[in-house]
């Protein structure tokens, strides 16, 4: 009788082992649960009704967080909040109404250099920059564009304080000559090509204005660079004998065996990227430091006038200049020399700091004798060096 009571009971025991057992994640549950699958299931801790009711409270807790963070989100924004600030801080000036016109002509290489002197005088008010490039021109192809007849009626329109040349970039390609085509940097080609410089420089300086002229820059193809570099020479030439100019970027842009270069420094020392994946346009910052070299030129020629300081671009913004009154020949007063063997002129009768006539002036009373610092401050007589110091400069005995 005992034993048919306790058989049901030892059933349910195991029955109960059995099922206090969770199988893992992708494993059928019953007697067949692996032994390390079990061990992770005890190692589990039990949960309670506290645990419960925390881990409710936190899910609560990350449900009120998450709107949280997406409105602190939306609320920043760095660049445009940096921006809004500089442009609240430093308002751009507006420009006098008779600033200096700054015209700037030449291929797509002289677009980016008015962009960045656009933003070089950009706070100047009495410097305005004008720009008047032809991205593809040049001047081999005078039939796309002639520039040797369209910057004098440019001038005579803009009325420029100064004119900036930048070209070259396109003229790497063969030229028309006297009815025959001539390839690059052939002879009859490069003859040709100074030609139309010269004619380009004296059309400028015809005008009576300034003339700045802007060296190429290297690029990453080798035989381009070679090019550009020699075009370079024929331009500084033709504009140094025309009076204008000369500024060379090359050096800007490359490193310090003179290779190209992507990646370099800007006007700030930092490390930005100055061209393009192309490895021909300028970046922003390129386009900046394009300009840099040609700012110091301006700035040299202009002084005040292209500080942001100056507010009106008249004589009164100068201080005056106030020089002396002419005075008659009569009224002049002239002082002859004084040779310098002769002291007696200024009332005395030794120059200043002669050791020996003041060791002359021997008092007949020792207590009118001066001390040794008023001889060092009054006569600059120094103290007699006694023997054994630094100060001792007397031959040793023989």
């Known amino acids: 009788m005992r034993a048919v009571f306790f058989r049901p009971l030892i059933v349910l ?14 494993v059928a549950p019953g007697i067949g649960v692996s032994v390390a699958q079990a061990q992770s299931a005890r190692e589990k801790p039990k949960r309670n009704l506290i645990d419960l009711l925390f881990r ?78 032809k991205g593809s021109s040049g ?11 369209s910057v004098g009626p440019i001038i005579d329109e803009v009325d420029p304080a ?16 006297d009815g025959k085509t001539e390839q690059v940097r052939s002879e009859a080609w490069v003859r040709e090509y100074k030609a139309r410089i010269e004619r380009l420089a004296q059309s400028v300086r015809k005008t009576n204005t300034p003339l700045i002229w802007v060296g190429g820059a290297p690029y990453r ?26 500024v060379d970027i090359w050096d800007g842009f490359v490193d310090q065996d003179g290779n190209f270069i992507t990646r370099g420094s800007d006007i700030n020392g930092q490390t930005v990227s100055l061209r393009n994946s192309d490895g021909i346009n300028f970046t922003t910052a390129g386009k900046r430091k394009l300009a840099f070299y ?24 100068y201080s005056p200049m106030h020089l002396p009154p002419l005075l008659l020949e009569e009224d002049v007063e002239r002082i002859d020399p004084i040779p310098v063997g002769a002291p007696e002129l200024d009332g ?23 001390s040794a610092r008023k001889k060092l401050v009054e006569d600059g007589v120094p103290p007699p060096g006694k023997p054994g110091r630094a100060n001792d400069f007397k031959w040793p005995p023989a």
């Open 162 to 177: 100064l004119v900036v040349v930048m070209i070259g970039s396109n003229d790497r390609q063969p030229m028309r000559v």
């Open 13 to 26: 025991a195991l029955a109960g082992v059995f099922l206090s057992v969770k199988p893992g994640p992708g």
């Open 221 to 246: 193809f080798k035989s381009m660079s070679a090019d550009i570099l020699a075009f370079n020479e024929f331009y500084r030439a033709a504009v140094e004998s025309a009076g204008g100019t000369f």
């Open 56 to 133: 409710r409270n936190k899910a609560k807790e990350k449900v009120q967080q998450a709107p949280r963070r997406d409105v602190k989100r939306a609320r920043v924004a760095p660049q445009s909040q940096s921006q809004s600030n500089s442009t609240a801080s430093e308002p751009t000036p507006e420009k006098v109404e008779n600033a200096l016109v700054i015209l700037v002509v030449g291929d797509f290489t002289a677009g980016g250099l008015a962009s960045g002197l656009e933003t070089a005088f950009e706070k100047a008010p009495a410097i305005v920059i004008e720009a008047r490039s």
């Open 348 to 370: 005395g009768t030794a120059l200043l700091g002669d050791i020996r006539a003041v060791n002359q002036q021997n008092p007949e009373s020792p207590l009118k004798a001066k």
């Open 294 to 317: 040609v700012e110091r030129q301006i700035k040299q020629m202009f002084g005040d006038a292209a500080s942001s300081l100056l507010t009106v671009l008249a004589p009164e913004s």
């Open 139 to 149: 001047l081999v192809r005078d039939d796309y564009y002639d520039w040797n007849a």
